[in-house]
């Protein structure tokens, strides 16, 4: 084995260090007790910095903490009567700062968790469970609906649903998806309006006599006139070739948006341009 002349050195000065004689070392000075095997070991208890401490065990057992933590969001438990399952609605960081402030208590979010876990009370989020009181007319709304839209299907006549779609931004914006290329298109880094080129508004028709889609895409905004004029389109392109001899046309829309029933503009020029695309 061959060895450097710094190793062997090195090796001799530890060695003589105390290897040979850390028992008695150990025994003679206390304070190297929790050295290493060569006597250079930090002492057992370091001093800790200035202004420093540790907390006690006796401090966190303490059973007035735990009793003071209750009470103090008891007024913020809530839970169901059938069964014992508690939650709180504070957040921690609020508990926590309650806490320090009305009864001068530090205490962390991770042990305030674990307090509260231990008289089963977990934060609970809202849940969608209540069923508000129903409009006593709301089911007969919906018959009559339903009457209409049957009567019109028995005789053959139109029946289309509209809607307005989620617009979208025109220009080098990121869409989900992929397709098959060489290189990626690159698009913009942000989504803001300022860099599109304009706004594109679907609007989408549905036939449900031929269970067909059409959708008309506009560059204003979504306003009475925009519906309409889509209505009319779908109507003098693929209407009236497909339904020529019907007297009625039934429009199921809802009640928001450029189609509302509240909208008197809307009904306006429903009327208008009926009465101008009915034949003499």
Known sequence: MVCSSR???TWSWRHQAGASDHRAIREDNPSRATGTRFGFGRPSRRPYPFGWSRTSARRKKDPEIEEKLLTLVAPEIAGEPQSDRRWVRQSLTKI???LQTRASITLSRETIRRLLHKHRIRPRS???RLHPKPHPDRDAQFQYLQRQK???QRAGWPVISVDTKKKELIGSFYQRGQQWGQDA???NTHDFPSYAEGKAVPYGIYDIQRNLGYVAVGQSA???EFAVDAILWWWQAFGQRQYPDTPELLILADGGGSN???SRRWKQLLQGNYLRTVPK
Do not use: L, M, W
Request: proline content about 5%; overall charge negative; charged content about 25%.
């Open 150 to 152: 049957d009567a019109f």
């Open 222 to 224: 979504d306003t009475p």
């Open 260 to 262: 509302s029933y509240r």
């Open 126 to 128: 809202n849940v969608k």
């Open 96 to 98: 926590q700062a309650c």
């Open 7 to 9: 190793s062997e050195s």
């Open 185 to 187: 298109v690159a698009v």
